[in-house]
């Protein structure tokens, strides 16, 4: 079991700026590739970003990319996803997610999931 708690949502006007945490406890967080998603109203949850188990290496989606930077910090078993550009369409519930296999997307191959943090960008 991973126990993941997101943190660091809150309000922002558009072309601001947040970052949120994804403090992970439970089974060796340096084993898991982590992920992040979201879901706005009446939508389905879309893949954001995801970052392999050093690191290394990141994937974005492409409405994100250039704008999101995910990372994390092993040694605090923590992940952080820094915001930058936000825009109105941006506003979602963020959950962070932890699997097995770098590079997936869909949200069915993360095994581990956050309660979410509320993400709200005013224009």
């Known amino acids: 079991q991973v126990q993941l708690v997101e943190s660091g949502g809150g309000l922002v006007q558009a072309g601001g700026s947040l970052r949120l945490s994804c403090a992970a406890s439970g089974r060796t967080f340096r084993n898991y590739a982590m992920g992040w998603f979201r879901q706005a109203p009446g939508n389905e949850r879309e893949f954001v970003a995801t970052?392999?188990?050093?690191?290394?290496?990141?994937t974005y989606a492409d409405s994100v990319r250039g704008r999101f930077t995910i990372s994390r910090d092993n040694a605090k078993n923590t992940l952080y996803l820094q915001m930058n550009s936000l825009k109105p369409e941006d506003t979602a519930v963020y959950y962070c997610?932890?699997?097995?296999?770098?590079?997936?997307?869909?949200?069915?191959?993360?095994?581990?999931w956050g309660q979410g943090t509320q993400v709200t960008v005013s224009s």
């Open positions: 970052i392999s188990w050093s690191g290394g290496i990141t």
């Open positions: 997610a932890a699997t097995s296999t770098y590079g997936v997307v869909l949200s069915t191959q993360y095994n581990y």
